[in-house]
């Protein structure tokens, strides 16, 4: 771990980053609480790395965070920043938080939010990584904030589909976040029933894989006269493979496309219980002069990391679940 036993931490900063995540706010609020019982001053940077860099600065207090934990979204917000990319960006938002006596800071994100911490620590600004998106495709985690808060709300939304889907016999091809992971199309799949799950991680056969699954459901004993085929967003093709199923089969098919719905609605209790504790852990570190960290929970253990190490870490896709799905599918 690096120590920096020679430097109080007196002030620290925390902000959220990328792509908003149900139970940020729930983190905002540890971090924010925890703090202050450790005798830290907490401030809250609004926009993520572009309030760093235009000293979006607010001090934050107990009752700064009353009535969000059951609240989606982030009360800091969150903001692209290009020009966080570029050294100069980096090192003028160094030097706004030297500026504001900020010792060290706290990011809630995903991957792009956690590079930004990295670069922020070789500059000398200690800085702990909290996993927030709801993609689930930090690997330094098991589970991210928001992604079991993502995953019922397309569990939710499928099962509404499922009485239009029933009533007219049609197949649904349901495409779900995931742009470089297929962690929510693959649990989302088995929970809703698909007859076919299809991500970037497997091999995928138009025919064996979805045509001859469809076929064979419609000649069982009691046929199936509905169907679900869900798609990560990193596959895509959702509109084509609705109108090649129903070429290649007679099923009346639509395309349903869940978009940014999934980001948002108030948190689970567990996505509430995991940014609680991986706020309080973050803080833990900074008090104790630790720094150039990230936060993640394994085997319902929390634990830290590196940053770097952390950033090389490379999430597996589970393809034992994958293939008990293809069994019990019809």
């Not at 200690?126 to 098991?142: L, Q, Y």
């Not at 803080?283 to 590196?306: A, M, T």
């Amino acid at each position: 771990m690096n120590m920096m036993e020679s430097k109080k931490f007196k002030r620290i900063g925390v902000l959220t980053s990328g792509g908003d995540a149900p139970g940020m706010n729930a983190a905002i609020r540890a971090v924010v609480r925890y703090g202050l019982s450790k005798g830290l001053k907490m401030v809250g940077i609004r926009r993520g790395y572009s309030g760093l860099i235009n000293k979006e600065f607010v001090d934050l207090h107990e009752s700064s965070v009353s009535h969000i934990i059951d609240k989606g979204g982030t009360m800091l917000y969150s903001a692209r920043c290009p020009e966080f990319k570029e050294d100069a960006g980096v090192e003028k938002a160094k030097q706004n938080c030297i500026e504001y006596g900020i010792d060290g800071l706290i990011v809630i994100g995903g991957d792009g939010s956690y590079r930004g911490a990295r670069d922020l620590s070789l500059k000398g600004l200690p800085c702990v990584g909290i996993p927030g998106t709801i993609d689930n495709d930090i690997s330094s985690t098991d589970y991210t904030i928001g992604y079991d808060t993502a995953m019922n709300t397309v569990v939710d939304m499928v099962d509404k589909l499922r009485d239009t889907m029933e009533s007219h016999e049609r197949c649904s091809v349901v495409e779900v976040m995931g742009r470089h992971a297929g962690h929510i199309a693959l649990n989302t799949g088995i929970a809703c029933g698909a007859s076919a799950i299809i991500t970037l991680e497997e091999d995928f056969d138009f025919e064996r894989d979805v045509v001859a699954r469809i076929e064979k459901s419609r000649t069982l004993p009691h046929p199936k006269t509905h169907f679900i085929i869900m798609v990560s967003e990193g596959y895509g093709r959702s509109n084509e493979l609705a109108k090649m199923i129903e070429e290649r089969t007679g099923v009346e098919s639509r395309a349903a496309i869940l978009g940014h719905v999934q980001r948002g609605g108030a948190p689970t209790l567990r996505d509430r219980v995991l940014a609680t504790r991986l706020g309080c852990h973050a803080i833990e570190l900074l008090s104790q002069g630790i720094g150039n960290r990230v936060v993640g929970i394994r085997k319902d253990e929390i634990v830290d990391y590196d940053i770097l190490e952390g950033l090389n870490m490379k999430k597996e896709f589970d393809h034992e679940l994958y293939e008990l799905s293809k069994i019990i599918s019809l």
